[in-house]
């Protein structure tokens, strides 16, 4: 008799342990694709940091940063006048100088760890907030606004 008990037992709780899991299962799949976007970014640019170099910072503004969207930005009312033969040429000039600052800052400002929160929406765009903790013990707080991507 007690054999069978603990075989129901055992089978309640293999059969609440599965539910549980498949519970859960909705729930990770309705994270936001944009936190796992953010995770990734946010692993590379720690990378980059922590190598300091100009070409490790380079590669993650190309791959991340909307470089076109930023040169075009800071541009303001001169944008009309850029030859379109230029752009590529400013864009990748946009691309090294912020690379450079990066680069040099993150010398001074040595991250050691960051933590990522929850992705809210307003419809038009994902926020993420985020906090990034510095060796020296300051602490930032870091608002991501991330927007669908047009490439």
């Not at 037992?9 to 796992?36: D, K, V, Y």
């Not at 040099?104 to 906090?131: M, P, W």
């Amino acid at each position: 008799m007690s054999v069978l008990v603990s075989r129901r037992a055992l089978t309640r709780r293999a059969l609440l342990g599965f539910m549980a899991a498949g519970l859960a299962q909705p729930a990770l799949a309705a994270e936001h694709p944009s936190m796992a976007f953010m995770r990734q970014f946010a692993r590379d640019m720690l990378k980059a940091h922590r190598q300091g170099t100009v070409s490790s910072f380079r590669n993650v503004i190309q791959r991340y940063g909307g470089l076109a969207e930023i040169a075009d930005y800071s541009l303001g009312q001169y944008k009309a006048k850029l030859p379109a033969g230029q752009r590529r040429r400013y864009y990748d000039g946009v691309a090294t100088f912020m690379a450079r600052y990066f680069a040099d800052k993150s010398r001074e400002y040595r991250i050691a760890k960051y933590e990522l929160g929850g992705a809210t929406s307003n419809g038009k765009e994902i926020q993420i907030d985020s906090k990034v903790y510095l060796v020296s013990g300051q602490v930032y707080t870091v608002v991501w606004r991330l927007s669908g991507s047009k490439g």
